[in-house]
């Protein structure tokens, strides 16, 4: 069975004269609300901080799934598993 892909926009806005922005469409296998609600209060950091912090790796995570055979992306696999497995056994344990 297929994951289930969810649809992201992502508007990343510079706070300036210019008024500069940028508009990402995303997927991901996961749902990002509930991991965020998952992580709330257990990394010891802000708000704000826990939200750039898992919207950032899990896109990161979603173009090395997707890439995974150029070289470039294989080679950031196992890093990227070991920050997840840090990540959940650090919000396990936050329980």
């Known amino acids: 069975m297929l994951a289930t892909k969810n649809h992201y926009k992502y508007q990343v806005e510079l706070k300036s004269e210019t008024n500069d922005a940028l508009t990402l469409d995303v997927t991901s296998h996961d749902d990002i ?28 995570g979603e173009i090395i799934l997707q890439h995974r055979d150029d070289p470039f992306f294989q080679s950031l696999k196992q890093p990227m598993k070991e920050i997840m497995t840090i990540l ?3 919000v396990k344990n936050q329980k």
């Open 33 to 60: 609300f509930e991991k965020l609600d998952m992580i709330r209060g257990k990394l010891h950091i802000s708000h704000n901080d826990e939200q750039a912090f898992l919207i950032g790796l899990k896109m990161a």
């Open 88 to 90: 959940k056994s650090n």
